[in-house]
């Protein structure tokens, strides 16, 4: 058992891992930093909360930055705002004074859902769909296929959203319009599964044609590049299948950069679609992440800055790992 | 004897001529790069003119805005208001014509900067490569990774905080709104990065290529091989890029206002969503119509760039 621990901690992958991990610290310290100084540079958020009410006392100011701990200097700040990061304390909303935590707390999951059956989706759509269409390049089919995707390339995600709910919930009354969830006693399709179901069939629809639209490009064009490689075309003239030259061999090589592609997916989908959760009113991270910039809300916004900057770094690195099995080309360092 | 170096001369100028010429002969049998640039010219025309083809004046400053402006709020389209009016009694029609020239403002000034900015870093790291292409690929990585629609509008919030952001600068008898030009300046900075990559592989493609190993032979200076001999051998790619650039920066720009962190002074065809998303259950129409013109610019500026990129790097069709 301890030879294979030491077996493992002497692989050089698991040196690779430790180490990027190690070089993490810096970039997430100095994003941190960067994202900060930015903020409370901008003016100590007490005040700019108080323009346009010029009823609150100074007292009442004094003791909102204390509350806050905001009357010490931003250096000190930084450091008590570092400590409580590693207890998970992302400090107090500046809205209501309740802890960040129980604020954005329930909003992570409605995110990674809505993300997750989305980006399936539109992976598994996205991949048969470009490999047919760059097999006959130029052919109707094709030209069907490319400006499907370029018009989907073209839509602000937001606008494709407003003229779904103002036809099939406000016209037809098929969806509901907002929300992840109906209240009791006025369920959307008249039980609690399906009324889930029923929120979730919108944003999931906009959703999946944004990412599709941009899969599907990104596939077909490697694709193309692929099938007009010298090893495709020897390939072929050594009678392999043209079914088994296109998936085994091209496929392989042309969705690489698919890859690279859901990976950055997956890592900013904390991030969420906050055009797309605004439209719909989804009770995410990506609306909450919105509505605190716009109201200035310091500690919220830092918290979800910083859980993106993890999560997409630790996505880069599965990444990066999984690439060396995918492309035998790839080797660590 | 004469006229026979004549007629070398000429052959040699049409030669060298040519290699645009026959790009726009390709471009021309593109139907659809010629459908997306005649409505690019129709659209800078609007641009252009818009302000005097629209059959009402601007949307006023909003602070100076009298509620019930025309008189006919939220009227559907009819024969006197074309596209309708929307929530604050403001002819559609006319405020889309008034936003196409901040659609192109938005477009071509962040294209400008996010092209400068890239060309500086892409010819840096790809001609002189080693320990400064490492950092400078290291920097443009960060801002690749990170969801850069999160950090932008942290960036324009914070700078639009400050006083002045609704008034404009008069320059040369154009007036230039301030909020909106903070808008261009911050999605600038965080879109030059994957346009700096595509820069800096063409720069290491072509400072492989036997005609740089030529002019170095010859003396000839770094400032001078990147400037006179790699830089337009590559024009062709930045021309495309720039392209789908400009299309992708007006989209950006309409969602940012969308969410409300737009220049609410400016009715950009954004600001025009989101001043009419809270009734969009009335006035359908104001959300439609604008969104439409927003679809038809975007996608014409792509068939553009598709259309060059096809015309401009033939090995990619054949």
């Known amino acids: 058992m301890l030879r294979r621990l030491r077996a493992v901690a002497q692989s050089s992958m698991f040196r690779y891992i430790v180490r990027r991990l190690l070089y993490m610290i810096p970039v997430v310290l100095g994003i941190s930093i960067i994202a900060f100084i930015t903020m409370y540079a901008a003016g100590d958020p007490i005040s700019l909360i108080k323009m346009g009410k010029p009823n609150v006392t100074a007292q009442t100011l004094e003791a909102l930055k204390a509350y806050y701990g905001l009357d010490k200097p931003i250096p000190i700040q930084y450091l008590k705002w570092l400590t409580n990061i590693f207890q998970l304390n992302f400090g107090k909303s500046l809205y209501g004074g309740g802890s960040v935590n129980s604020l954005i707390g329930p909003e992570i999951w409605p995110t990674i859902e809505l993300q997750v059956i989305s980006i399936i989706i539109a992976f598994a759509i996205s991949i048969p769909i470009a490999v047919h269409s760059a097999r006959k390049p130029y052919s109707k089919q094709d030209l069907a296929v490319t400006s499907f995707s370029l018009f989907g390339v073209s839509m602000p995600t937001f606008w494709f959203g407003l003229i779904l709910i103002i036809v099939f919930s406000f016209s037809l009354g098929w969806f509901p319009s907002a929300g992840a969830k109906g209240a009791a006693g006025f369920l959307w399709w008249g039980n609690p599964a399906l009324d889930v179901i029923a929120h979730f069939i919108l944003p999931v629809i906009v959703l999946v044609y944004v990412s599709l639209a941009q899969n599907i490009r990104l596939i077909r064009a490697n694709m193309l590049e692929v099938l007009r490689s010298d090893y495709i075309l020897a390939a072929r003239a050594s009678g392999i299948s043209d079914r088994k030259v296109v998936y085994r061999y091209a496929l392989r090589n042309a969705i690489t950069p698919a890859i690279t592609f859901l990976a950055l997916a997956l890592g900013s989908m904390l991030a969420g679609a906050p055009m797309t959760e605004y439209v719909f009113s989804w009770p995410g991270l990506g609306r909450q992440y919105v509505s605190s910039t716009l109201g200035l809300d310091f500690p919220t916004i830092m918290a979800i800055t910083m859980l993106i900057t993890i999560m997409t770094l630790l996505a880069n690195l599965i990444m990066d790992i999984l690439y060396v099995y995918i492309d035998p080309r790839v080797r660590i360092r | ?318």
């Not at chain 2, 083809?53 to 024969?79: C, E, H, I, K």
């Not at chain 2, 936003?99 to 010819?123: E, H, N, Q, R, S």
Request: hydrophobic share 55%; proline share 4%.
């Open chain 2, 1 to 318: 004897m004469n006229a026979e170096n004549d007629k070398s001369n000429s052959v040699v100028k049409r030669r060298s001529a040519s290699q645009w010429a026959v790009a726009w002969r390709r471009f021309r049998r593109n139907k659809a790069g010629v459908f997306g640039l005649i409505i690019v010219l129709a659209v800078v025309f609007i641009g252009i003119f818009g302000d005097f083809l629209a059959p009402y004046p601007a949307f006023p400053n909003p602070q100076a805005l009298t509620p019930f402006y025309n008189g006919d709020v939220r009227t559907p389209p009819n024969s006197h208001y074309l596209l309708g009016t929307d929530v604050l009694g403001t002819d559609v029609l006319s405020d889309i014509l008034h936003g196409t020239k901040y659609a192109l403002y938005v477009g071509v000034v962040v294209t400008l900067i996010t092209m400068a900015i890239a060309i500086a870093v892409g010819a840096i790291a790809g001609y002189f490569g080693g320990a400064i292409d490492n950092v400078l690929m290291r920097i443009t990585e960060v801002f690749l990774v990170f969801p850069s629609l999160l950090f932008i509008l942290i960036f324009v919030r914070v700078l639009t905080l400050g006083a002045g952001v609704g008034t404009a600068i008069n320059f040369l008898g154009i007036n230039i709104p301030i909020g909106l030009t903070i808008v261009i300046l911050v999605l600038a900075v965080f879109n030059w990065p994957g346009d700096a990559r595509m820069i800096r592989g063409e720069f290491m493609r072509v400072r492989e290529l036997e005609f740089v190993e030529a002019e170095k032979a010859l003396g000839a200076s770094n400032k001078r091989i990147i400037f006179r001999h790699i830089l337009p051998n590559i024009l062709s790619s930045i021309i495309v890029v720039a392209s789908l650039t400009i299309a992708y920066a007006i989209l950006l720009e309409a969602g940012v206002s969308f969410l409300g962190f737009g220049d609410v002074n400016t009715m950009t065809w954004g600001q025009i969503l989101e001043n009419n998303f809270a009734s969009m259950r009335v006035v359908w129409w104001a959300e439609l119509f604008p969104g439409l013109a927003i679809l038809i610019t975007v996608f014409a500026f792509n068939l553009l760039g598709d259309g060059l990129s096809d015309a401009l790097n033939p090995r990619l069709r054949d």
